[in-house]
């Protein structure tokens, strides 16, 4: 149930940022409204934070040696251990 629940979110957050990316409307408080560069650095600032988790998965799995499925088993099996001690 723990795994399901993961793998929704996953896709609930990256459904939420393309969703946010696709139909970007100008954004604005009250009658100001915000030049573009500032919102591509808000966009730029959160993107990098976003982009940081795949990253570093991805690195992860090709520095571990071992097949893609030992690798894979080996990841469940730490998940599992850290989940188990909070």
């Given at each position: 149930m723990q795994q399901i629940r993961e793998v929704l979110l996953v896709?609930?957050?990256q459904g939420v940022?393309?969703?946010a990316l696709l139909y970007q409307q100008p954004l604005k408080?009250?009658?100001y409204h915000y030049p573009s560069w500032a919102e591509?650095?808000?966009w730029t600032l959160a993107m990098s934070s976003i982009l940081m988790i795949p990253l570093v998965a991805f690195i992860s799995i090709l520095q571990t040696p071992?097949?893609?499925k030992e690798v894979?088993?080996?990841a469940l099996f730490l998940r599992l251990v850290f989940f188990c001690l909070l």
């Open positions: 896709f609930f957050f940022v393309m969703f408080y009250e009658e591509w650095i808000g071992g097949t893609f894979s088993v080996y």
